[in-house]
């Protein structure tokens, strides 16, 4: 597909209901950080139109309109996109794995639990960008869809339990960001897990997004039992399900006879 330019986006309401929780956040925070991609058929009077970022797209529209060599920049990502472009999806890639998700929605206030000592739970600031890239490589991902350790760190969406020496322990964050819902996402660092702080974390990020105005959010697979739990001990409750898919490598579309060189 075209990528568009930021002065040529199309009208999010037309392709995907604002206000939705979960990563139906993606084009608000696409449109509103400039962090990811728009992506449609043709720049002009587009007839199927795909929204991007940090791993995850949206795809709304006319199937029959894309062929399947424009999905390539999809490749290696997850896709939630109606059923009906399933067949599309099948003949782009070598393989499209439904992933079953859950999506929950903050509910029930929960009183944070009180951090061990020498630790700190506190909002992210830009000061914070060398510890979140100091995070194995396994990590980066929480940061990926504000563009990097940076962005996340001056976003003010994010909050981290930091040790007396700078170092991060865990951190929350909203992963994507709409006018309604803050999609979470939350990690912990293999040496401090069972230490609750990925829930410290978590109750601080929504007291801070309900200031805001707005209703967190909570994303994970079905069979993310950790995630599940940790969700649930958080205050969220269980809003819809819904499948995504798993994209492998992009396969090329066959060459005819006058395509080959003499």
């Not at 209901?17 to 696409?30: C, T």
């Not at 009906?84 to 003949?91: A, H, K, N, Q, W």
């Not at 969700?231 to 395509?259: C, I, M, N, S």
């Amino acid at each position: 597909m075209i990528q568009l330019p930021p002065h040529h986006l199309p009208a999010e309401p037309r392709w995907f209901a604002p206000g939705a929780p979960g990563p139906a956040a993606l084009p608000e925070h696409v449109t509103a950080t400039g962090v990811g991609s728009w992506w449609a058929d043709r720049a002009l009077d587009p007839r199927a139109v795909a929204v991007s970022c940090a791993g995850h797209v949206l795809l709304s529209g006319d199937p029959g309109s894309v062929a399947p060599g424009l999905l390539a920049p999809f490749a290696h990502s997850h896709v939630e996109a109606p059923a009906r472009f399933l067949p599309v999806l099948g003949s782009a890639f070598d393989r499209v794995v439904p992933d079953e998700r859950m999506v929950y929605i903050h509910r029930e206030p929960v009183e944070p639990p009180r951090p061990p000592r020498g630790v700190t739970v506190r909002r992210l600031t830009p000061t914070d960008a060398p510890a979140l890239a100091a995070l194995s490589a396994d990590s980066s991902w929480i940061y990926d869809s504000w563009g990097g350790p940076e962005g996340l760190a001056a976003s003010g969406h994010g909050w981290a339990a930091v040790d007396r020496d700078g170092r991060v322990a865990a951190v929350a964050c909203g992963y994507f960001t709409g006018q309604a819902y803050e999609d979470v996402a939350v990690l912990t660092t293999p040496e401090r897990r069972r230490e609750r702080l990925a829930l410290a974390c978590v109750t601080a990020l929504c007291a801070d997004i309900t200031a805001r105005g707005r209703t967190a959010s909570w994303s994970c697979g079905r069979e993310n039992r950790p995630s599940r739990l940790l969700a649930w001990t958080a205050g969220f409750r269980l809003e819809r399900e819904y499948v995504q898919y798993v994209t492998g490598k992009h396969v090329a579309p066959p060459r005819h006879a006058t395509d080959v060189p003499a």
